[in-house]
């Protein structure tokens, strides 16, 4: 029997968050990683009692519960995931307001084809991207390409704010050690995926000079499937994302992966994804600052989860970023995502690529 006075009131931690689906909910603490799946009566429950006197919901409830509410409460309390105080005032809400107000753009990824690349236009893009505030940057080399060639366009980074450069390379040299030496030389270069590779593994880059801890710099991801489109919009269990508070306010409030998001393709066309044919222009005609600012541009970024056909009953909706790339009917902007095996109304998983229905709308998002 848990011991709490008439006025103790409990709190769920700032670190907690409970979301309902259709047929169950999901308390995640976004700090220790620990998701749990519990009853939608429990998540009423949580809601109810959240800052409120223990006595009082008690009191509400029907007697023949009092066993099973004090067993609930003992088992949040002794997995943290609140606690009991009389004071509220020693423990404000947290705004779940993003204050991103200030950035531009959060994300953006170039392809790259050397046959029609231009140094002076990379970086020209490069630029307008930081004046834009834009920290984080995905390179995709579509070309074979050697080391002196991508060390020629790392080198644009140098004289940016642009504090993250992750390059994918379609067909590289096979010598890994000249990654390894790259993200060595290139601070800002974190990740590194190659593809067709002859096994899938991924090598750690530690910074071992003489006399300095080793630090871990980045890594080198070598994958045995191809780069293409298909690396877009896959959604299984081990892909979402229970370790970031802010990514769940996010996802709450906008699409987790077109917020703020801003691609150029191979051929210098500005697109909201590098997966999505309609593009907005092309860089050498208009500006970025301009596109980010083109209503129809900045719609997809705008839909939530709680829009979007079956997404709005799952319970794992703000742990998903959503692709809107492949969706499962091309003609509904608000339909479930096309990779998304997740039913929320049975509580299962399947392998999306196994239903023949997704041949036919791959083929739409390509």
Sequence with gaps: MNKYSETDKFVLSSSCKVVKGAKRSVLIDYQRTDVRTISNDYADLIEKIDRQRISSVKKDINENSHEQFEKFLTFLLSNEFGFITENLNLYPEISNKLHDEHINLLDGIIEIHEERYSFDDFEKIINEFDDLLCSSIQLRILSKSNITFIKEVLSVFKKTNISYVEMHVKEGEKDKDRYHDLINDHTKLTEVFLYSCDKNETIEVVNEQEGHYQL???????????????????????????????????????????????????????????????????????????????????????IKKDEIEICKDCEFRYNCTDCRAFIKDSNNKYSKPLKCGYDPYTNTWEEWSENPLKSTVVEYGS
């Design 216 to 302: 871990s710099l980045g890594n080198i991801h070598c994958q045995t499937s191809s780069l293409d489109e298909s690396i877009c919009g896959i959604i299984n269990f081990k892909d979402l994302t229970f370790g970031e508070f802010s990514m769940h306010n996010l996802l709450k409030n906008h699409n987790g992966c077109l917020y703020k998001k801003l691609t150029i393709d191979s051929y210098g066309n500005i697109k909201n994804c590098p997966s999505i044919k309609e593009h907005f222009g092309h860089h050498s005609e208009v500006d970025l600052k301009t596109i980010i600012e083109n209503k129809e541009f900045k719609f997809l970024g705008t």
